[in-house]
Each structure stands twice: as structure tokens, then as C-alpha cells.
């Protein structure tokens, strides 16, 4: 090695010091530009995250399920003699097909939730038709996720989803007929779903731009992963009256740790209701896609 090329390696080697230390040192540096004018494209959240957890209750006596009058289509009274409404779905004082979702909230470090990018999931939702039903009642989906409605009954149905923000569809999809295959572009929660086939087929698709929404299982018990620490609005969603019910709460979720958020509808459950389609107004974030 001559001398020339040993100075170069010094340098090189000082330098890259240099650089590494002012990524990384102190922890007085900020790699955060402000903002000049233009929004600038929203970055990933990275770092520790932790859980919103709980349980929904129905109080007092639950509607007792009424049965389906299938008769305009003999296909669906024979694939589903017993058919029964399904707005209401308690078992053991836990009600099912609540849509629980972080509505706002400030992620520690002083950003909105909104304010990051959240990736699309590459799966599609899958919304089947079968015993002219559909399975399942309750479904969530990011924004520009794929939904996949399927026929698995031998009779036509016509899929009509009759959204405020998005754009609306009807299409009908015969026995056979291959999977329909949608998007929603903008956050709705929630978009009625109905078949003009069978005026008694009802679904709710709740359309999100971050992945931080579930719907309550059988046991009323839903689980939300992935959710930087901070404080949030945890909003449950329930079918019935014109645009739903909401119930709301507070939340402070910490890093690796999880939050507890149990809602309870039903009789003694009422007076906090608010119509949910005006709680959720078009958000048009920079993240935006
Ligand atoms: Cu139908």
C-alpha cells in the first residue's frame, strides 16, 4: 500500500465516522425536515407498537331473531329453510359484528395516526353469498384493498353496497359466476351492502386507511395489533337505526403493552348513541392514495 492510497482510506474511513455519527448520535439531532409549503409524502410508522383489546356486551334481552320469508326465490328457502335475521347476534351477553375501529388519536412523539402511511394488505376480503346470506355480516377493509364477493348459492344474486363517500356499484352475479372483484378509495364507516334480489340480504363493509379496525368475534372479544404507542379514540360500531350506533372511548396504548377497551350496547346503553356516518366525515389525508 503506498502512502497516497493509506491517506485516502484514513479519510474515507473518518468520514463515513462522520456520517454515522450525525444519524444516529446525541439524540439532539432531528431528521425531520419542516414542512415548506408542499405536503410531503407520508412516511411509515416504525418502531414499538402495542394492542387495543376488549370485549362488547349487549345488556339486557336481545331481539329474538325472526325468521326469513324466502318464498320470492325458492333456491334460498330450499339451501336455507331456517333462515333468520342476524342484525343482533349475542351469545352468553356478548354481542358479535361490532366494528371496532381507531378513529383519531397522537401517535408519542406528537404526530397525528393519519399523518403516517399505512400499507395496503396485498389479501383479499372475501364477502360470500350462500343461503342467500351474507358471510360474513361484518367486514373491514383498508383503503384500495381488494374485496372479493362470492357466489356460493345456485340462484343470481345482485351485490348493491350504497355507500355516502365512495363510489356506489350494483351488479348482479349469476350461479357459477366468477368472484367480483372491488376497491374503496376513501375511509366510510360503514357502507350498507344490500341484494336486489333478496331484500332481507344485508352486509356492512367498515373501509379504513389504517389497518387498526376488528370486528367483534362470537364472544364479543376483538383484538386490534400493530398500534404505535399514544393516545386514541377507539370508536365501536353497531348496526341499526339509520346510520348505526357508536359507542366511544379513550385510550392510551403503550409501546409493547395493551390497552383495554370494552363496550357495552343494549338496554342502560343508549344515551351515548350518535349517528355514525356523521361522526366519520371524508378525511382526505396527504396519504391519501
Ligand atoms: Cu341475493
Known sequence: MNKQTKV?????????LLALGSACGGGTTTTNAPSSGTEAAAAPYSGPTGTVSGVVSFN???PAPKK????ADAACGKANPNLTTDDT????????NVFVYIKEGTVDGGKKIGEYSWSTPTNAVVLDQRGCHYNPHV???QTNQKLSVTNSDQTQHNIHPTPKLNQEWNQTQANGAPPIEKTFTRAEV?????????????????VMKTPFF???????????QGVPPGKYTVVAWREGGANGTE??????????GSAKADFAFGEAATSANKPSLQMMPARELPSHR
Open 214 to 224: 376488528k370486528v367483534s368475534a362470537e364472544d364479543g372479544s376483538y383484538t386490534i
Open 89 to 96: 347476534m349475542v351469545k352468553d351477553g356478548k354481542l358479535q
Open 247 to 256: 359507542k366511544t372511548m379513550e385510550v392510551t396504548v403503550p409501546a409493547n
Open 8 to 16: 485516502w482510506l484514513v479519510l474515507s474511513i473518518a468520514l463515513s
Open 60 to 62: 339486557g334481552t336481545p
Open 190 to 206: 360503514l357502507i350498507p351492502v344490500k341484494c336486489n334480489q333478496h331484500p332481507w340480504m344485508k352486509a356492512y363493509i367498515g
Open 139 to 141: 367486514i373491514g377493509l
Open 68 to 71: 326469513i320469508d324466502t318464498t
